[in-house]
């Protein structure tokens, strides 16, 4: 399951893991113009992980996705 909540400067998507094996913290996801965040709970440090990732980042995660095992470099628009 997940939401989408649109805010003033992003876009926030929660993931709530669902299930009845082994279920994982919730993952919200803030995306900004510039970057796109990602946020879990981690329950044996009792805080909550950043990573932040860049939007050639995101773009490179959105291809990874679809390709087969490799090492690949995009090229992008403005590489052009």
């Known amino acids: ?3 989408i909540e649109h805010e003033f400067d ?3 998507i929660t993931l709530v893991d669902e299930g009845t094996t ?3 913290e919730d993952i919200v996801i803030n995306a900004f113009g510039e970057c796109v965040t990602l946020e879990q709970y981690n329950p ?5 992980e950043k990573i932040t990732l860049s939007m050639a ?3 490179d995660l959105a291809a990874a ?8 470099s995009l090229v992008r628009e403005k590489d052009l």
Not at 44 to 48: A, E, L, N, P
Not at 65 to 72: A, R
């Open 1 to 3: 399951m997940f939401s």
């Open 10 to 12: 992003s876009t926030i």
């Open 22 to 24: 082994s279920l994982g």
């Open 44 to 48: 044996r440090t009792d805080k909550t």
């Open 57 to 59: 980042q995101v773009q």
């Open 65 to 72: 996705l679809d390709l087969p095992e490799g090492v690949y």
